[in-house]
C-alpha cells in the first residue's frame, strides 16, 4: 500500500493506493483515482520555467530615443528613462542599444514523465525567442523528445 | 555645478595633501566639512565603500543635551556646544533633525537621587532649560509611560537626527567644495619625516603635512603606526530594535530609563522618520566589526523596554541591528595632538555623545589645526557664495502636493514611485547615483533616499535600485552589493547557456490572442468607481462591475502592468475554479486581462495613488500625467498584501546579503532572470516558499532545508508532496533559524527543535552551510492607504472591517482580495472580487450616482453620499478563542442575502471538528461537520440565512463563530 498526497487539486487528499490490485482509496473524485494510479506506473508533472526572450528594439523607437536624450531635462540629458527602471535586471548583463533581454514563462503543454523533468530543464537553457510572444505559442512541439510541446504563458509584445 | 564636481572627482589623485582625514564616520565628514571653506587639500580615507559605516551608521540618532558627562571635561563642553549647533547645521544641509527632548525616567526613590544627580551635572554643564518634573507632568507629556513613574529629569533641548545622513552630507558638501574623498582606502602605515607624514595606502602613499586620525573603532591601530601604544579601543556593541511608524506614537519625547551602577537603561525614542528605536544593550565584544545580534540581548532589550513603555508591540518590528561604540579605555573624549608625531591629531574614543558633539567636534580639531601651524584661507568661491557650504536634497515624501506637482513638470521621474513604502521617486535614486559622493550600493541609495527603510525592507523597490544602479554604473547585475565589498546579491543569470549553443527558435503562433489595450485620459476628475490594484482583485472586480452595468471606472496599478503578483508566479495551480481548468500565473493574470480588453474601463499602470481621503477624493502620481486627483463614487481596494521581512520574526545573528523573502526571490528568479545563489535553506513553509523549494531546484540552485517553526506545515499538502517530497527535501517541522552567519554574503545559518511553546531547545543546534536564505514567514494586507482613509483595521485578519462580504464601514469604500485578508487561492479571491462589484455596483445604484448607459450625467461631485459609519444597523459575527479571524466581522439587517458566505482561519488543526454557529443568548443557528481541518487553510461554509431569522434577530444579538474536536 503506498500513501500519497493527491496534488490534482488545492484539496490535497491522502490517497491510498495498492500497487498490487491497483486500487485506490481516499480520493474525493476521479481525477485523483487516475492521479495514483499515474503515481504508481508512471509520475507525471507539468513543468514551468522561464526561457531567454530578446526584443529588438523599433527603428522608431530609436529615434524617439535619441530625440529623448538630446532634450535636456533640469540640466541634465534625458536617459532612456521611461524603460530603465522596469528593464529586466538580466538585460543589464549584456547591455546592448537594440535589444532589450528579458525572461519569458513556459510550460509543458501536459504533464511529462517525472524522470524527464533534468532534460526538459536543460533543453530549456538553450532556447531563446524574440518578441512578439502570445499565450500559448507554441516554442517547441517536442520538448526533449518528450513528445509533449512547450508553449509560452504570458503575452509579450515587447520588454 | 555638476560639472564642476566630475571635474574634482575623477582629476588624479596628486599624492601631496595639506591634511589628510582617516575615517569616513560623522566625526570624520564633520572634521572635514569644517574644512571644505578653506584653500586647502584634503583628502578623506575611508576603509569601506561609503562614509558612514561604522558606529554613525548603527547608533539611536540621540542628540545628547549634555547632563550625563563629567563637568568640565572636553566631552562636556563638545556635547552641549554640538547640541547647541545641531539645528543649523541640520538646516544648512537638509538634514532632518527634531528637537524632541528627552526624559530620564526615575521609578524610585534612589532612582530620584541619581535624576538628581544629573540635573546639578546638566546645570554645571551649561544645558539649557533642564528641569525635574514630577510624576504627573512627566505623564502629561508622555501619556504611554509605565504608572509607577517617580520622576524625570527633563531636557528641552535633547533631539533626534539621521545620523548616516548627516554624515553623508557633511561629506558631499566637502566633495562639492573640492575636498577628495577616497573610498576603499586602508591607511597600512603612517611615517613621520620632517616634512610632514607620509600615510600609505592600498592605493598609494599620500604625503600629508597633517594627518587627522577619527579611524573610530580603529583609531587606536592608526595611532600605533605612528607612536608607541597609548590609548586602547574597547568596542561595546548595542543591539536594537527598530518598529514600524504606528509605533512612533508611544514617545514624544526620548525616553530613557535610569541608569544605575548595575545596568545600564534602554531608551525609546522615536527616529527623525517617525519609526521607534528600542535599545541600545552594551556588551564588550572583542571583533570591532561583528554587528551580529544576539537572541539574550533581544530579549533583555524587549523587557527593559516594555517595563518603561508597556505598550511597545515588538511583533510591529521591521529591523534588528547592532553597532559597535568605539569606547576607550579613558573616560573622556581624545582629542589631541600627538607630542611625538608633529602633524598628527589623534580624534578618538568618540563614544557616546559623539553623535550629539559632532557639530563642536569639526570646528574644535580645525582650531587645534591652526594652532598646529596650519593656514587657513577663506576659499574665494565659498565667499563669494556661502550657500556653497549649504546642501539641499529632494525628498518627494516630505513635499506638499504643489510642491509635487511643480517639481513633477520639471522632471517626470519625479513621478515614478520607485519605493512605495517611503514615497521615494525614481528621480531621487538617480540623484542619489549622481550625487557629489555617489551612492553605489543599494543600501547606499537607501541611506540617502530612505528607499528600502520601510515596512516591506525593500522587497518591492530592490529590484527595480537594481536596474536603475546597474544603468547608471555601468555595472552587471553580479556586480550590484548590497552594502559593503563582499555582499553580492546574485550570482549570475538564469539559462546561462553558451551562446553558441543557443537555439533561436521559430515559434508556432497561437490563434488569435491581441494584446492589451490601456487607455489613459489626459484629465481625470471624476469617476464612478475607482479600483486601487490591477492584480487579480483588482482585474475581477472590474469586469464584473462593468458587466453590472458600471462604465466609468478607473483601475490604478503602479505597476507597469496588469496581473499583480500573479506575474511571477509562473508555476500551475490556478484557475480550476473559476477557468475550470489548472493554469499558470501569468495564464491566469492574462484571462483575467483579457475580459476587461474590449471596454472603456480606464487603466492606469506605472501609476501610484499616494492617498485616499475618507470623501473618497484619490491622490495619484504617474509620469504621464503628473499628480492628479480623482473623486470617485466608490473605492474598491485590492491593493494585496506584502511579505512578513525579516524583522518581524526577529532572527538574530548578522546582517548579510542573501537572505530573500521568497516572492522577492520568485521575482528576481522568474521575472529579472537573475540567479540567487547556489546552496539554500527556506525558512517557513507557507506555499510561497514551498513553490520557490522547487523553483530553485528546478533552476540549479541546491535546497538543504526548509524549516517551520510549527508542529505542522504551513502551505497546501499538495505542494509539501509536489514541491518538497519531489526534490527530496527534507521538511524540518518544529524547527526554526536560530543564528544567521556570515559578515558580507550569507555563509551558514543555525537551525535548532523548539518545543511546543517554540521555546528553542538546547543542543538540538545544526549549522547549515547555504549562501542563500528565503523567508516565506507570511502575508500582511497591505493597508497603508486604508489607514489613511480612515479605515479601522481588524488586528485578525489584517484588513478592513466589512459587512456582508466586501462592504467596508465608511460608505462608499469596499474591499477584496488579500488587501481584506490574505487568501490561499486566487480563485477565491476573484470570487470575492466579484463580490466586491456586485456589493459597490448596488451601493452606486442605490445612491443614485449612477445612471445605467448614460454616462454623460457621472460627472461633477459627489452629493447624495454622506460619510457615514454602516455598523449601526448590523449584526457582530465574532470569532471564539479557537478561531484566529472571521470575514466578514458584520451582516447587516436584515439580512436579505439567502445564502451567507463566512471565511474564516482556525488557531490549530483537528482530524475531525465540529464548527458551531451560536447566537449570544446561547442559540445554535449552524452546525457542520469537517475534517482535516488546518491552521494553513482558509476554511469556508455557507448556509442560508433562514437559519437565522426565528426567533427574530436584532442588532443587540452577536454570532459567535466555534469550532471543537469532533467525534
Excluded at chain 1, 490534482?8 to 481516499?26: E, F, H, N
Excluded at chain 1, 523528445?145 to 509584445?157: E, F, K, M, S, Y
Excluded at chain 2, 457582530?876 to 451567507?900: E, F, G, H, K, T
Aim: aromatic share 4%.
Amino acid at each position: 500500500m503506498r500513501e500519497m498526497t493527491c496534488i490534482v487539486c488545492p484539496i490535497g487528499c491522502q490517497l491510498r493506493a495498492d500497487p498490487t490490485k491497483m486500487t485506490v482509496s481516499g480520493n474525493r473524485c476521479p481525477r485523483g483515482r487516475k492521479y495514483a494510479l499515474e503515481e504508481l506506473t508512471s509520475p507525471r508533472r507539468t513543468v514551468t520555467s522561464t526561457i531567454r526572450i530578446i526584443h529588438y528594439q523599433k527603428p522608431e523607437h530609436d529615434a524617439q530615443l535619441s530625440a529623448m536624450q538630446s532634450a535636456l531635462v533640469s540640466g541634465r540629458p534625458m536617459e532612456d528613462c521611461d524603460r530603465s527602471a522596469f528593464k529586466p535586471l538580466v538585460d543589464f548583463f549584456c547591455p546592448s542599444a537594440n535589444h532589450i533581454e528579458g525572461r519569458l514563462p513556459v510550460k509543458t503543454a501536459q504533464d511529462v514523465p517525472k524522470d524527464r523533468i533534468e532534460d526538459i530543464m536543460q533543453a530549456i537553457h538553450h532556447l531563446v525567442v524574440t518578441t512578439p510572444i502570445h499565450m500559448g505559442d507554441v516554442i517547441i512541439d517536442n520538448i526533449a523528445d518528450t513528445g509533449v510541446a512547450l508553449i509560452a504563458t504570458r503575452t509579450l509584445l515587447e520588454l | 555645478m555638476l560639472f564642476y564636481m566630475v571635474i574634482t572627482m575623477t582629476k588624479p589623485s596628486s599624492d601631496k595633501a595639506d591634511v589628510v582625514i582617516i575615517g569616513g564616520g560623522v566625526v570624520g565628514t564633520s572634521i572635514a566639512y569644517s574644512l571644505s571653506c578653506y584653500d586647502l587639500r584634503v583628502i578623506l580615507l575611508e576603509k569601506d565603500n561609503d562614509v558612514s559605516l561604522g558606529a554613525t551608521r548603527a547608533n539611536s540618532g540621540i542628540v545628547h543635551a549634555g547632563y550625563d558627562p563629567i563637568p568640565e571635561s572636553l566631552m562636556a563642553r563638545l556635547n552641549v556646544e554640538g547640541n547647541r549647533r545641531m539645528s543649523a547645521l541640520c538646516k544648512d544641509l537638509d538634514v532632518p533633525f527634531e528637537t524632541c527632548g528627552s526624559l530620564v525616567i526615575s521609578r524610585s526613590e534612589e532612582e530620584d537621587q541619581i535624576i538628581q544627580q544629573l540635573y546639578e551635572r546638566g546645570i554645571r554643564n551649561g544645558v539649557p532649560e533642564l528641569k525635574i518634573l514630577s510624576a504627573d507632568a512627566t505623564l502629561d507629556r508622555e501619556p504611554y509611560l509605565t504608572r509607577d513613574v517617580h520622576s524625570s529629569l527633563f531636557a528641552p533641548s535633547a533631539g533626534i537626527v539621521m545620523p548616516w545622513t548627516l554624515c553623508i552630507a557633511m561629506a558631499e558638501v566637502f566633495a562639492r567644495n573640492g575636498g577628495e574623498i577616497r573610498l576603499e582606502t586602508c591607511v597600512s602605515g603612517l611615517n613621520s619625516s620632517t616634512s610632514g607624514i607620509r600615510v600609505q595606502t592600498n592605493r598609494g602613499d599620500i604625503n600629508a603635512r597633517f594627518v587627522v586620525n577619527a579611524a573610530g573603532l580603529f583609531s587606536d591601530e592608526i595611532h600605533n603606526m605612528a607612536d608607541r601604544p597609548d590609548f586602547k579601543i574597547l568596542p561595546s556593541r548595542g543591539e536594537y530594535y527598530l518598529l514600524e511608524k504606528n509605533q512612533g506614537k508611544w514617545a514624544k519625547s526620548v525616553i530613557f530609563s535610569c541608569p544605575s551602577p548595575i545596568t545600564k537603561g534602554v531608551l525609546v525614542a522615536r527616529t527623525a522618520h517617525g519609526n521607534l528605536i528600542v535599545g541600545p544593550t552594551s556588551e564588550t565584544i572583542s571583533d570591532k566589526e561583528d554587528t551580529s545580534t544576539t537572541a539574550e540581548k533581544l530579549h533583555e532589550i524587549r523587557e527593559k523596554a516594555s517595563s518603561l513603555v508597556p505598550c511597545i508591540n515588538f511583533s510591529e518590528n521591521i529591523r534588528n541591528y547592532s553597532g559597535i561604540r568605539a569606547n576607550s579605555d579613558r573616560h573622556d573624549f581624545i582629542i589631541r595632538r600627538v607630542p611625538s608625531v608633529p602633524g598628527l591629531i589623534d580624534v578618538a574614543g568618540i563614544k557616546s555623545p559623539g553623535l550629539a558633539a559632532s557639530p563642536a567636534i569639526g570646528p574644535y580639531v580645525v582650531d587645534l589645526l591652526r594652532r598646529e601651524g596650519l593656514q587657513l584661507q577663506m576659499n574665494s568661491s565659498i565667499l563669494r557664495d556661502p550657500n556653497r557650504l549649504k546642501r539641499k536634497v529632494v525628498r518627494f515624501h516630505d513635499m506638499s502636493p504643489q510642491e509635487r506637482a511643480s517639481l513633477i513638470s520639471t522632471d517626470t521621474r519625479y513621478a515614478r514611485m520607485v519605493c512605495r513604502c517611503e514615497t521615494v521617486t525614481e528621480g531621487e535614486i538617480r540623484d542619489a547615483i549622481h550625487a557629489p559622493l555617489p551612492a553605489r550600493t543599494i543600501d547606499a541609495i537607501k541611506r540617502r533616499t530612505d528607499a528600502g527603510l520601510g515596512r516591506c525592507q525593500g522587497g518591492f523597490c530592490a529590484p527595480r535600485i537594481a536596474a536603475i544602479l546597474a544603468e547608471e554604473l555601468h555595472i552587471k547585475p553580479t556586480d550590484i552589493l548590497q552594502d559593503k565589498e563582499g555582499s553580492y546579491l546574485f550570482t549570475g543569470p538564469t539559462k546561462i547557456a553558451p551562446e553558441s549553443t543557443c537555439d533561436a527558435v521559430a515559434v508556432t503562433k497561437a490563434d488569435t490572442i491581441s494584446g492589451r489595450t490601456d487607455s489613459m485620459p489626459a484629465e481625470v476628475k471624476h469617476c464612478a468607481l475607482a479600483i486601487i490594484g490591477a492584480g487579480p482583485a483588482g482585474l475581477a472586480a472590474a469586469s464584473k462591475a462593468y458587466a453590472e452595468g458600471i462604465t466609468d471606472i478607473i483601475v490604478f496599478e503602479r505597476d507597469k502592468e496588469t496581473g499583480g503578483i500573479l506575474n511571477q508566479c509562473i508555476h500551475t495551480g490556478f484557475g480550476l475554479r473559476v477557468y475550470n481548468e489548472t493554469l499558470t500565473g501569468p495564464e491566469y493574470a492574462e484571462r483575467a486581462a483579457k475580459e476587461i480588453e474590449n471596454t472603456d474601463i480606464s487603466i492606469f499602470t506605472d501609476t501610484m495613488v499616494l492617498d485616499i481621503r475618507s470623501d473618497r477624493l484619490i491622490t495619484a502620481v504617474n509620469r504621464k500625467d503628473g499628480l492628479f486627483f480623482c473623486h470617485a463614487d466608490a473605492i474598491i481596494l485590492a491593493m494585496g498584501c506584502r511579505e512578513r521581512t525579516r524583522g518581524a520574526i526577529a532572527i538574530p545573528g548578522s546582517r548579510p546579503s542573501g537572505i530573500w523573502t521568497a516572492g522577492t526571490a520568485q521575482r528576481y528568479m522568474n521575472i529579472e532572470g537573475c540567479m540567487i545563489g547556489s546552496q539554500a535553506v527556506i525558512l517557513g513553509s507557507g506555499d510561497i516558499g514551498l513553490i520557490m523549494a522547487r523553483r530553485l531546484m528546478l533552476e540549479g540552485i541546491h535546497v538543504k532545508a526548509c524549516v517551520e517553526v510549527m508542529p505542522e506545515p504551513g502551505g497546501l499538502s499538495r505542494n509539501i508532496a509536489q514541491c518538497l517530497e519531489d526534490f527530496n527535501i527534507p521538511l524540518l517541522l518544529s524547527h526554526t533559524v536560530t543564528e544567521i552567519k556570515g559578515k558580507e554574503r550569507l555563509e551558514s545559518v543555525v537551525i535548532a527543535q523548539v518545543d511546543s511553546k517554540r521555546d528553542i531547545i538546547v543542543g538540538t543546534e545544526k549549522e547549515i552551510t547555504c549562501d542563500t536564505l528565503l523567508l516565506s514567514v507570511g502575508l500582511i494586507p497591505e493597508n497603508e492607504l486604508t489607514k489613511q482613509a480612515g479605515l479601522t483595521l481588524d488586528k485578525n485578519t489584517g484588513g478592513p472591517y466589512v459587512v456582508n462580504a466586501t462592504t467596508c464601514l465608511t460608505d462608499g469604500f469596499f474591499a477584496c482580495g488579500n488587501v481584506l485578508h490574505v487568501h490561499d487561492l486566487v480563485d477565491d479571491v476573484t470570487l470575492e472580487a466579484h463580490k466586491a462589484a456586485y456589493e459597490a455596483a448596488a451601493f452606486l445604484k442605490a445612491n443614485g450616482n449612477i445612471h445605467i448607459d448614460d454616462k454623460e450625467s457621472i460627472s461633477g461631485p459627489m452629493s447624495s453620499v454622506t460619510h457615514t459609519q454602516n455598523t449601526p444597523n448590523s449584526l457582530r459575527i465574532l470569532p471564539s478563542d479557537a478561531i484566529r479571524y472571521v470575514i466578514p466581522q458584520y451582516l447587516s439587517l436584515p439580512i436579505n442575502n439567502d445564502i451567507i458566505d463566512i471565511s474564516f482561519r482556525v488557531r490549530q488543526s483537528y482530524e475531525r471538528a465540529e464548527i458551531i454557529i451560536r447566537r449570544s443568548d446561547k442559540l445554535e443557528v449552524y452546525r457542520e461537520r469537517k475534517s482535516h481541518v488546518k491552521p494553513g487553510e482558509m476554511q469556508k461554509i455557507h448556509f442560508s440565512s433562514s437559519m437565522l431569522m426565528a426567533p427574530e434577530i436584532n442588532q443587540n444579538v452577536d454570532l459567535i463563530l466555534d469550532i471543537t474536536e469532533g467525534n
